[in-house]
């Protein structure tokens, strides 16, 4: 799983970055000037966000293959008692609430990161602020529309005090849009991280593997500072 997410990540920092890559010389020239002019403690508070992000990432993989389960019961003829079926329910409740935990704490995390790279260009880091609110308000407008949809697909298949495979489906269906959003929202970020880095310093165009070596270096210089 952790490969595959590593590979989608490198697929989309690729896809959306350019062909230049940074020297050694650069990479450190950059981290060090991230490090220099910022504050430390913003820094770690930004590390420490971003963190979260992935943990409550990780429990919406972990419900999801809960989920999975279930679906799967159902599918090869197992009946849901009513207790399961309320235990169904609830996960999926769950599932979409931790999905708008991480809208939010990723737009929290972005924020503070806009902090870290444009601390000393006040104006610049309001209009950056500014477009992730926004970016971040239509995803949240979308997930709230799928969230409704998906109560009312669940409703209607316990209306009959069982959910048959069909049902089932059309619920895991319904969960793979709201999945959509979060994929969605992780892939840009790495394009929205990329895109802060070029504007503060102005650089030649980072490729992938650039980007990544440069959020590595930011961390080493970070560690030899503590």
Do not use: C
Not at 153 to 174: F, L, V, W, Y
């Amino acid at each position: 799983v952790k490969k595959a997410a590593e590979d989608a990540k490198q697929a989309n920092l690729a896809a959306h970055f350019g062909d230049i890559s940074l020297s050694v010389d650069e990479l450190q020239e950059t981290a060090a000037a991230v490090l220099q002019n910022q504050n430390i403690d913003k820094l770690r508070e930004s590390i420490s966000a971003m963190g979260e992000v992935g943990e409550i990432a990780d429990d919406i993989m972990l419900a999801t293959r809960e989920l999975n389960r279930m679906d799967w019961k159902v599918s090869i003829g197992m009946e849901l008692t009513e207790d399961a079926q309320e235990e169904y329910q609830r996960q999926i409740e769950s599932f979409v609430e931790r999905t708008q935990e991480l809208l939010i704490q990723d737009q929290y995390a972005l924020h503070l990161s806009v902090e870290v790279l444009f601390g000393d260009d006040e104006e610049k880091a309001n209009e950056v602020k500014r477009q992730i609110n926004e970016f971040y308000g239509v995803k949240q407008e979308e997930l709230e529309k799928e969230r409704t949809e998906l109560e009312k697909i669940i409703s209607k298949a316990r209306e009959d005090g069982n959910i048959s495979p069909e049902e089932t489906q059309e619920i895991a269906d319904q969960r793979e849009k709201v999945l959509g959003i979060q994929r969605g929202v992780l892939g840009d970020e790495y394009e929205s991280n990329l895109n802060l880095i070029s504007a503060k310093y102005q650089k030649e165009v980072l490729d992938a593997d650039s980007f990544i070596n440069l959020q590595a270096e930011i961390q080493e210089q970070k560690s030899q500072m503590m």
